[in-house]
């Protein structure tokens, strides 16, 4: 959730400036959502691998390969990754089709809506994703209960 919020602000402050301060117009917004995917990459990056702070662990040693787990893994990513792909080309679209109507104002205008509703939907999205975490160890320590 916290990386989530960072990368909305980031993209909040950052996208006016590339877009109307360095004159990019919509190689700015491009160029924006790519350093504030960096920075929190970078973020994530550290507290897993340097910090080691949360509650996840990675490490050679605990990895086991189970083509069962990976087929479960596949079956369940495939709608996933189709709904995100459809996401994605819609998005292409609309931002073709504002940025031959109204520009680079249309697509700033539109994007920086988009982050201000995504910034209110990360608490919602932070307490799905935890109540998917403690459900599915739940059932994966056959604990039906908890």
């Not at 960096?38 to 990675?58: C, H, R």
């Not at 994703?129 to 320590?141: D, Q, R």
Request: glycine share 6%; hydrophobic share 55%.
């Amino acid at each position: 959730m916290n990386v989530m919020i960072i990368t909305a602000v980031l993209n909040i402050i950052i996208y006016p400036i590339f877009i109307y301060v360095f004159n990019w117009g919509i190689a700015g917004a491009a160029y924006a959502t790519l350093l504030s995917a960096f920075i929190t990459s970078a973020i994530i990056f550290y507290w897993l691998i340097i910090k080691k702070d949360t509650y996840l662990n990675i490490s050679r040693k605990d990895f086991k390969f189970d083509s069962g787990i990976l087929k479960e893994i596949i079956f369940i990513a495939i709608p996933a990754t189709v709904e995100t792909i459809i996401f994605s080309v819609v998005s292409l679209v609309i931002n073709l089709i504002l940025s031959f109507i109204s520009g680079p104002l249309g697509v700033a205008v539109y994007t920086a809506g988009w982050r201000i509703v995504n910034l209110t939907m990360i608490p919602h999205m932070g307490l799905g994703t935890a109540a998917l975490t403690v459900v599915g160890a739940a059932y994966g320590a056959r604990k039906s209960k908890n």
